[in-house]
């Protein structure tokens, strides 16, 4: 296919280019190389710390028809519109889209787990939301088309990490999870609630890794693919490549290739040169979340009170309209008046650090 399709110096900037049009080898590289010499001493301090979070006071029995009453409230509330979408249950969270009038979500549910559907609520809100802010009249045509997965993986990981986690989203909904799961959230405090929720440990499952440990986990795909495109790695050798590289950025290894290889979906769809596009989406993310906390007077503030009216209003208005107007990389700096940087996201990360004692 990368030879068909043509490149200049990578063939996997033909395939990368399906994903994420413009972008090059090059620049994934030197952008995961930055996010990986920060996040390897970073983990190491966090292992290191005397604090450890306690993640069973967010375990309990929570039942599967209250978590779905209150996701559907959830994703109402940050401004997803039902009567242009439906949430339903799926293996893996996901989002489709035919219309702005019809973009649907999904999520996962787990009795023990309430966080994984939340997560994956927001996640996919996050989707659905810039697909609803489309416009519809320029629906079938490039302004009415999402310019990038790496922006669209932006609006997703915005929510339900830099919103979603944050103490203010909380102190709205913590008081109504209380009021639904009276029992498994008893006797649980703010304080040790934001703590579980921002824990920081390595996993085995990219899509339930924590904020700092899930680049990694891109990283270690990113590679594997260029080495498996440049024929330095044979496809029936990679379990073996990636317990090892499982073991050298993670320090965990995979007792089964269920939750190791073969965990993803993309490389069985032929989808190579989609997984740079998480950590873009995460670069993104940080740098708008940044402009937009200085563009909104007392955000913060309006998402204690549950208003999260101001930072959709701003996403339609700086984003959304704009569909395939710009390339991502010109998107950024129109919004943010700089070039695309990691140093939003380790200010970020960086900040979840302190509630280790790192810095």
């Given at each position: 296919e990368a030879e068909y399709v043509?490149?200049?110096?990578?063939?996997?900037?033909?395939?990368?280019?399906t994903f994420e049009p413009y972008a090059t080898t090059e620049e994934i590289a030197t952008a995961l190389g930055d996010l990986?010499?920060?996040?390897?001493?970073?983990?190491?301090?966090?292992?290191?710390?005397?604090?450890?979070?306690?993640?069973?006071?967010?375990?309990?029995n929570f039942d599967i028809e209250k978590q779905k009453a209150f996701c559907t409230m959830v994703a109402a509330k940050i401004g997803y519109d039902f009567d242009a979408g439906r949430l339903n249950v799926s293996a893996h969270p996901f989002s489709t889209s035919f219309h702005p009038l019809d973009a649907r979500i999904t999520t996962r549910y787990s009795a023990s787990e309430f966080m994984q559907s939340i997560s994956g609520v927001v996640h996919e809100t996050g989707h659905a939301l810039y697909e609803q802010g489309l416009p519809q009249e320029h629906y079938g045509t490039p302004l009415g088309g999402a310019i990038s997965l790496g922006i669209h993986e932006s609006q997703s990981r915005m929510w339900e990490n830099l919103v979603g986690r944050d103490r203010a989203f909380w102190r709205h909904f913590l008081p109504l999870a209380r009021q639904t799961f009276a029992e498994p959230l008893q006797g649980v405090t703010d304080e040790q609630w934001y703590f579980a929720i921002n824990d920081i440990r390595p996993s085995l499952i990219r899509t339930e890794a924590d904020e700092a440990t899930y680049?990694?986990?891109?990283?270690?795909?990113?590679?594997?693919?260029?080495?498996?495109?440049?024929?330095?790695l044979k496809p029936a050798d990679l379990p073996e490549a990636w317990n090892q590289k499982m073991r050298q950025y993670l320090g965990v290894v995979p007792p089964d290739d269920a939750r190791g290889c073969l965990q993803d979906i993309h490389w069985s769809g032929g989808a190579i040169g989609y997984f740079p596009t998480y950590t873009l989406g995460n670069l993104y993310a940080a740098q708008f979340f940044e402009q937009a906390a200085t563009d909104i007077p007392g955000l913060d503030e309006s998402f204690?009170?549950?208003?999260?009216?101001?930072?959709?209003?701003?996403?339609?208005?700086?984003?959304?309209?704009?569909?395939?107007?710009?390339?991502?990389?010109?998107?950024?700096?129109?919004?943010?008046?700089?070039?695309?940087?990691?140093?939003?996201?380790?200010r970020h990360l960086k900040r979840k650090g302190e509630l280790y004692g790192v810095s």
């Open positions: 043509g490149y200049q110096n990578s063939p996997y900037d033909a395939l990368l280019d990986k010499n920060f996040l390897a001493p970073f983990l190491v301090k966090i292992k290191n710390s005397k604090v450890k979070i306690n993640r069973e006071v967010i375990a309990g680049n990694l986990h891109v990283l270690l795909r990113f590679e594997i693919e260029q080495a498996l495109l440049n024929d330095q204690s009170r549950g208003d999260f009216a101001p930072l959709l209003g701003w996403l339609r208005e700086k984003i959304h309209r704009h569909g395939k107007r710009f390339r991502a990389g010109e998107l950024v700096r129109r919004v943010t008046g700089q070039d695309l940087s990691a140093e939003p996201l380790l």
